[in-house]
């Protein structure tokens, strides 16, 4: 029999600015969803993909002096290469600009414009560019109600999506599929916005040229969200290949971010309609990663970057950390420090350590042979344990079956807590020594191995690599992969097998060491001009896509807001193993500085002395290196490699003077 189909997508991702954390997560929950999935035996789909269109990105692209298509390319494949790198592999990836897509997008609005939904207008009005959305009723000072940001004034010619005509389908939609939105929360605030009336919506643009065109129309392009949810469709063969698009569509979850919810449970399924195709059946909206309480994104300035955790901690920790401290469907707030907090205790000392002691004991006392069930040797506490295992099971399957990850993790490492205090209790290094209670020691390492074999299939979908690891090491040669995971979980029990050499999953790390070094390689993705050779690594570190995706405008108060000083250096030397940092101390005016610059590989540290800089002197105190750099010195960043340039004075300026 045919698998039953799964299709699940991200959102296509905005390519004004370089994928950071919040991306990262959605990704990633959506490629556990799809591994569980295929661990339940079906034939999974997944899709992500670049969102290029709209003014967004014109501007953006305009900022770095290249072509939007340009622009788009480098940050899409900034896309591809860190999904590669995090092992999260895509089913489709769909670029807005690929032509099958402009087939789809016109395929899509033709259709609905032929049943009639569609109609030439004018729109004046308040539009809000960094949310690609037309602004009903502004905050006073014209501001965007979603993100504060101002909002410009349009008057253009467009068409228009009769989207009034939809209220009552809609919330006979939400009625008859409860499930449709998720969470409920999400639901209520939906149903609310519905209830309150629907107004038509404009879904061209003339005012500027990066789009799809609209068929016969010269100046019209189709407005960006109309074009980025179609890509849906897009990916399973709409408009090109009708075997996939029936086999795969509809959708089965869009996992989306909170605040794209009113495109993806509004206008999606109201599009759709209207062109008589099917809907998807959920739309999931999870919460947002937090940076000291504030969305993390680009205009903020506050983004953390995955690659840094995954190169110094593995990706597997990345994945879990996400999964586990983030309740799906909440908001969380992201912090290095409890990062690293769990990586040691439920990782290196829960999993990693049960893992390596287990197979240690089975080697050293019973030579490596797997251990079997001996029911003589059975006690009340291992039927409880065995219990619990089961338990943890059903459990674990529920609340991966509502995508409460955080819930599942936690009752797998109730059981592992467990089977630690199970050891203790039991003591198998003191019944090795006495042959007469070589039964019973077999019996309770019987229990931790299996114990740890349902651990690690439960496990599977979150942390792939290093359950795949224990997998092998518990005897199995099949990939962990491949096998189901249902409320019979008696694989993977190697019964007279033996077990294979223990090698460490989640080796313990120092935690200051592991904070200064993810630190340095966050500093170098921020900022490739400060380049540490730690940092140095594939994709975001080496891409210098990140610089030229220009920063968004401010005001003269947020420029006031940086103290910029004239500096002499005093002194300077390298910092032992970073051949791009020089340890620089500087007079200020009014005091000397320690400040650290990745300039190394443009001065010698002796040609520096006595040379004015500029520091940016009210930066917070931050270490690179494991050495505290107490401002920052400005210079330019000179392509095509970011070589630094010093900043230098035509006259002779004192120490201390400000910048203006
Ligand atoms: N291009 C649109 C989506 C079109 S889908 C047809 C877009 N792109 S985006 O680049 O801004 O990505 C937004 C998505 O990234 C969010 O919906 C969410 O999935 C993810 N996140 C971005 N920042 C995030 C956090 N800080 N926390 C969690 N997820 C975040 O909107």
């Given at each position: 029999m045919a698998k039953p189909k799964f299709y699940i997508t991200t959102p296509i991702y905005y390519v004004n600015a370089r994928p950071h954390l919040g991306h990262t997560y959605t990704t990633v929950v959506a490629d556990t969803i799809a591994r569980y999935k295929r661990m339940r035996g079906y034939d999974v789909v997944l899709l992500t993909g670049t969102d290029e269109h709209g003014q967004k990105v014109e501007r953006a692209a305009k900022a770095a002096g290249v072509s939007p298509q340009e622009f788009a390319d480098r940050i899409s494949a900034e896309y591809r290469a860190l999904w590669r790198e995090l092992d999260l592999p895509v089913d489709r990836f769909v670029r807005t600009t690929e032509p099958r897509h402009e087939r789809a997008v016109q395929m899509l609005f033709r259709k609905a414009q032929d049943q009639g939904y569609v109609y030439k207008g004018g729109y004046e009005g308040q539009y809000c560019v960094f949310d690609e959305m037309y602004v009903d009723e502004p905050l006073s000072?014209?501001?965007?109600?979603?993100?504060?940001r101002p909002t410009e004034r349009v008057r253009e010619e467009n068409y228009f999506f009769k989207?009034?005509?939809f209220q009552d389908r809609l919330l006979e939609l939400y009625e008859k599929q409860?499930?449709?939105?998720?969470p409920d929360t999400r639901r209520n605030e939906v149903l609310a916005f519905v209830r309150g009336g629907l107004r038509d919506l404009s879904?061209?643009?003339?005012?500027?040229?990066w789009g799809i065109p609209w068929p016969g129309e010269e100046k019209h392009i189709f407005y960006v969200w109309s074009d980025a949810l179609t890509s849906y469709m897009t990916g399973v063969?709409?408009?090109?290949d009708e075997v996939e698009f029936e086999k795969y569509w509809p959708a089965d979850m869009h996992l989306?971010?909170?605040?794209i919810l009113r495109f993806h449970a509004v206008y999606w399924p109201a599009f759709l309609m209207a062109a008589g195709e099917a809907l998807p059946k959920r739309v999931f909206a999870h919460g947002w990663w937090l940076f000291a309480d504030e969305k993390m994104s680009k205009s903020r300035g506050n983004m953390q970057y995955p690659q840094p955790i995954a190169r110094v901690l593995g990706i597997d920790a990345l994945r879990y950390f996400l999964l586990r401290d983030m309740v799906f469907g909440q908001d969380g707030n992201f912090s290095r420090d409890a990062l690293l907090t769990r990586y040691n205790s439920d990782?290196?000392?829960g999993l990693g350590n049960l893992t390596s002691r287990t197979i240690t004991m089975i080697e050293q006392y019973l030579g490596g042979r797997v251990p079997a069930r001996n029911p003589k040797e059975e006690n009340d506490r291992d039927r409880e344990v065995a219990e619990l295992q089961r338990g943890t099971c059903e459990e674990v399957l529920r609340y991966y079956e509502s995508y409460d990850f955080s819930r599942a993790l936690e009752s797998i490492w109730s059981l592992i807590a467990e089977i630690d205090k199970y050891l203790v209790e039991f003591q198998p290094w003191v019944l090795v020594k006495e042959k007469s209670k070589w039964g019973r020691l077999e019996m309770v390492l019987y229990t931790a191995y299996d114990a740890l074999r349902v651990v690690t299939l439960l496990a599977h979908p979150v942390l792939p690599h290093a359950t795949q690891k224990i997998w092998e090491q518990l005897?199995?040669?099949?990939?962990?992969?491949s096998q189901m995971l249902g409320?019979?979980?008696?694989?993977?029990?190697?019964?007279?097998g033996h077990v294979n050499k223990p090698e460490g999953v989640f080796p313990r790390v120092d935690k200051k060491e592991a904070f200064e070094r993810i630190e340095a390689m966050e500093e170098e993705i921020r900022?490739?001009?400060?380049?540490?050779p730690a940092a140095s690594g594939s994709t975001a570190g080496a891409a210098p896509a990140g610089a030229a995706a220009g920063p968004a405008k401010i005001g003269i108060e947020d420029f006031a807001k940086i103290e910029m000083r004239v500096g002499v250096v005093k002194s300077a030397e390298r910092v032992a193993g970073a051949d791009k940092l020089l340890k620089l101390l500087v007079d200020i005016g009014e005091e000397v500085r320690q400040v650290v610059a990745g300039i190394a590989t443009s001065y010698a540290p002796e040609d520096l002395i006595g040379k004015k800089v500029v520091v940016v002197a009210n930066l917070a105190p931050r270490k690179l290196r494991g050495v505290e750099s107490n401002g920052m010195i400005v210079a330019a960043s000179v392509a095509p490699d970011g070589r630094p340039v010093l900043c230098t004075f035509t006259e002779d300026v004192p120490a201390g003077a400000r910048l203006k």
């Open positions: 000072g014209n501001l965007c109600p979603e993100c504060k989207l009034s005509a409860p499930d449709f939105i998720q879904i061209s643009r003339t005012s500027f040229k063969g709409y408009a090109d989306i971010g909170k605040e990782l290196a000392n005897g199995n040669s099949t990939p962990l992969a409320n019979d979980l008696t694989v993977g029990h190697k019964q007279g900022n490739p001009a400060s380049t540490t």
